[in-house]
């Protein structure tokens, strides 16, 4: 016997497009096959078979199988009554093998009556293959319904595209994620090449790769607070970033949810006065002698309300000079509701304020003591303030109209510092040593979590885009866990203006990244939330269990790599088990991830409650 007619299954019964019917021979419906002293695993769902079309081999993958009555029974001489049923089998073509190797795509359509095969070893593991020759494998795991299977995977085919992990939680997808990059460096890390050009941001929401040694032990992990008080978080907790970054009109209109006819154009004004002045000869003292002037403006004034409004801001600033201010006014300065004006207490009978009298006030003279904060976001606020005064003294705006504004930008300063480490020059945050870096907001308040990651990795993809205008070489992976928190499409906790600006910078790193070589991994519990561009233009795809019907629908479709079984397998798939999909692999395939050491592990094993309760 030879091995074609062993391995032979049927012949096609009808070609409609893709869609392939092959009716089995009736000696081929055993589960398993004897052949060469192995067993081997017959035709079943799943499973892939080759057509053979003259000197051309077809590849197909089995979506259905159902049997159906053979019409001319009473005619033939059947010995046994289940002889009558015909199996027939639905196969959607996936390729075809050319040579030694497997292609993915239709050639050419088979013709009825060709005939069918099971793959031999030889061709399965052809089929099998996702490297390409002039790229670097590494092992991430086995074929789930193949044990013995090796899947390996070429580094530049995953690591040079965009990632997509999903699943829902405790099905496997930190593991998963943790996994790929652990291979990647126990490969690379001690390769000069890979820790001169190539950098790592891991976005961690909820602490769980900030273990010593998750994924790798050479990293800088920041493990960033705005639980504790400032003075007891640590240098090397806070991330070194310039003053240029924050200080930009689109991000402080976004921080201080600014309006854009009145109240980001005052910023506008505001930070151009800041950046004349800070760019001019001794700043501090033009500042000083802005305040001088605008204090004597204010207790000129003869309207209560706009004077005491203007004067609490002048409060703003002098109190970190003298905590005491506001006293120290009300002991020299009060005001006349009679006459309504500022007088001296000092000065009787009741006379209004003159300008020689203001500027021997201690109250004027502790402005010389003012100095500039050494947070930029504090010392902007300062020049909002002087701001202010100029315009709602020379009627250009409306107090009630900008306040909201400065005091929403205010209220987000604190949490900013503990946080971030604002420097007046530029400085890089990975270190020489160490290209990974895991960004731990476990500790943070919401608004910190949705904030930093944007401000973050906007500055670190203009930057690289800068340094690769000199260097092609460089590399850069953008890898953000729980991405649903920061790139969700539907979100009613922030204005239109904060996502729609959100959005635009994550959907421009994953459209043009590419091409200056930055490149996004996400992983989510909830596909479904996240915006469907930057989904549709993943690359691969490792998929676990998902049981949402929203989430189901939203990857079938914005994926068209997979096929229907695929996705029908998707609420079932077990705990480390996941589809994995994409440019990186010719055809979707169920597999079980490598086992990883526990060392290496993310932090996101489900507790077994008994272990503590016995």
């Known amino acids: 016997m030879t091995p074609d007619s062993i391995l032979r299954i049927g012949k096609v019964l009808s070609v409609k497009g893709r869609l392939i019917e092959v009716l089995v021979d009736k000696t081929k419906n055993a589960s398993h096959l004897l052949y060469n002293g192995e067993i081997i695993r017959n035709v079943s769902v799943g499973s892939f078979i080759k057509i053979s079309k003259g000197f051309e081999e077809l590849v197909g993958k089995i979506e259905e199988e159902y049997i159906t009555e053979d019409k001319e029974f009473i005619t033939k001489n059947y010995n046994r009554e289940k002889e009558r049923i015909n199996r027939v089998l639905r196969v959607s073509l996936a390729g075809y093998l050319d040579k030694f190797e497997f292609k993915q795509g239709i050639k050419e359509l088979p013709l009825i009556e060709n005939e069918c095969y099971l793959l031999s070893q030889n061709e399965f593991d052809r089929v099998h293959n996702f490297l390409k020759k002039d790229d670097f494998g590494i092992s991430i795991g086995n074929l789930a319904n193949e044990k013995g299977k090796e899947i390996k995977i070429g580094v530049n085919s995953l690591f040079a595209s965009h990632i997509g992990i999903f699943g829902n939680t405790g099905s496997g997808k930190s593991y998963t994620l943790a996994s790929l990059y652990h291979r990647l460096f126990k490969e690379y890390e001690t390769k000069t090449g890979f820790k001169k050009n190539a950098r790592f941001l891991l976005i961690d929401f909820n602490g769980e790769y900030s273990?010593?040694?998750?994924?790798?032990?050479?990293?800088?992990?920041?493990?960033?607070?705005?639980?504790?008080?400032?003075?007891?978080?640590?240098?090397?907790?806070?991330?070194?970033?310039?003053?240029?970054?924050?200080?930009?009109?689109?991000?402080?209109?976004?921080?201080?949810?600014?309006?854009?006819?009145?109240?980001?154009?005052?910023?506008?004004?505001?930070?151009?006065?800041?950046?004349?002045?800070?760019?001019?000869?001794?700043?501090?003292?033009?500042?000083?002698?802005?305040?001088?002037?605008?204090?004597v403006e204010i207790l000129l004034l003869t309207t209560r309300e706009v004077s005491h409004a203007l004067l609490d801001y002048a409060y703003l600033i002098l109190k970190d000079s003298n905590s005491n201010i506001e006293n120290d006014f009300r002991k020299e300065i009060e005001w006349n509701s009679t006459l309504s004006y500022f007088k001296l207490k000092t000065k009787i009978p009741s006379k209004k304020i003159e300008e020689d009298e203001i500027t021997e006030t201690l109250f004027y003279k502790s402005i010389d003591k003012y100095e500039f904060s050494d947070n930029c976001l504090e010392k902007v606020i300062h020049f909002?303030?002087?701001?202010?005064?100029?315009?709602?003294?020379?009627?250009?705006?409306?107090?009630?109209?900008?306040?909201?504004?400065?005091?929403?930008?205010?209220?987000?300063?604190?949490?900013?510092?503990?946080?971030?480490?604002?420097?007046?020059?530029?400085?890089?945050?990975f270190g020489e040593e160490n290209n990974f870096i895991v960004i731990n907001l476990n500790d943070v308040n919401l608004d910190i979590k949705k904030t930093l990651p944007l401000i973050l990795s906007k500055h670190i993809y203009d930057n690289h885009k800068i340094t690769r205008d000199k260097s092609d070489k460089n590399y850069l992976n953008i890898i953000i866990d729980e991405a649903?928190?920061?790139?969700?499409?539907?979100?009613?906790?922030?204005?239109?203006?904060?996502?729609?600006?959100?959005?635009?910078?994550?959907?421009?790193?994953?459209?043009?990244?590419?091409?200056?070589?930055?490149?996004?991994?996400?992983?989510?519990?909830?596909?479904?939330?996240?915006?469907?561009?930057?989904?549709?233009?993943?690359?691969?795809?490792?998929?676990?269990?998902?049981?949402?019907?929203?989430?189901?629908?939203?990857?079938?479709?914005?994926i068209s790599y997979l096929d229907k079984l695929s996705f029908e397998s998707l609420p079932i798939l077990p705990t480390g088990t996941c589809i994995l999909a994409g440019l990186s692999a010719q055809l979707p395939v169920i597999i079980e991830m490598k086992e990883l050491e526990e060392e290496f592990q993310p932090n996101s094993k489900t507790i077994k409650p008994t272990d503590f309760w016995n």
């Not at 989510?524 to 795809?541: E, F």
Request: proline share 2%.
């Open 211 to 295: 273990k010593e040694k998750s994924i790798t032990a050479n990293k800088i992990i920041y493990n960033l607070s705005t639980r504790k008080e400032l003075s007891k978080i640590k240098s090397i907790d806070r991330i070194a970033i310039s003053e240029e970054v924050i200080l930009n009109l689109e991000l402080l209109s976004i921080l201080s949810n600014a309006t854009e006819k009145t109240q980001k154009p005052f910023l506008k004004r505001s930070l151009d006065y800041y950046s004349k002045m800070m760019n001019g000869a001794n700043p501090i003292n033009h500042f000083r002698n802005a305040l001088k002037k605008h204090i």
């Open 484 to 558: 649903h928190n920061i790139l969700s499409f539907n979100s009613e906790r922030e204005s239109e203006t904060w996502k729609d600006y959100r959005l635009e910078t994550f959907e421009e790193i994953i459209k043009e990244g590419r091409k200056f070589g930055v490149f996004l991994t996400i992983a989510s519990q909830r596909p479904s939330d996240i915006s469907s561009t930057i989904i549709s233009q993943l690359h691969n795809y490792f998929l676990h269990r998902l049981i949402n019907n929203k989430d189901i629908e939203a990857v079938e479709r914005t």
């Open 384 to 429: 909002l303030y002087i701001q202010i005064m100029h315009d709602l003294h020379t009627n250009k705006a409306v107090y009630e109209h900008i306040a909201p504004a400065i005091n929403k930008l205010k209220s987000k300063t604190k949490d900013l510092q503990k946080v971030f480490d604002f420097q007046s020059t530029s400085k890089d945050i």
